[in-house]
């Protein structure tokens, strides 16, 4: 059964003014805070826009490690890019540490995805021994 009173907002109906604190601000507080939210709506829709290109490029490079059979993790490839990405983060002034962090969400996901695709790879050569023969 539906439960239609527990309604949870999608994209499609999308309210930037929806707000639980709407009773506890005066108007003009209100008028500020909804200003800031919108560039932190276009903020998360950008972040959204660069994840979803950063994972079809990690995508090519599953593909190529999965016909090359290379293993998932490149750990030389991850401490260069983590101690890149604290040093850029420093002169951001972001805290390194949860830049850090955030690569290490992300690649943790990528390398579940190169492993499925190596998985997919390795059934589908299985089922076709001249193609493992190949790869
Ligand atoms: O460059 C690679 O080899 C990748 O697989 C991509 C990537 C990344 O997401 O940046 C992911 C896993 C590796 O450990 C290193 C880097």
Do not use: C
Not at 3 to 28: G, I, M, W
Not at 48 to 58: D, I, N, S
Not at 96 to 119: Q, T, Y
């Amino acid at each position: 059964m539906t439960q239609h009173n527990l309604h949870t907002p999608d994209a499609d109906d999308y309210d930037p003014s929806a707000s639980s604190l709407a009773d506890q601000v005066d108007q003009s507080v209100m008028a500020e805070l909804l200003s800031i939210r919108s560039s932190i709506d276009n903020i998360d829709a950008t972040l959204v826009y660069l994840l979803a290109e950063r994972f079809k490029a990690t995508q090519k490079v599953g593909f190529l490690k999965a016909a090359h059979r290379l293993p998932a993790g490149d750990p030389g490839r991850e401490a260069a890019q983590i101690a890149r990405l604290r040093r850029l983060a420093e002169d951001a002034h972001l805290d390194p540490a949860f830049a850090e962090k955030f690569l290490n969400f992300i690649i943790g996901e990528v390398i579940r995805h190169h492993e499925a695709i190596a998985e997919d790879h390795e059934a589908a050569s299985g089922q076709h021994p001249q193609a493992s023969a190949l790869a």
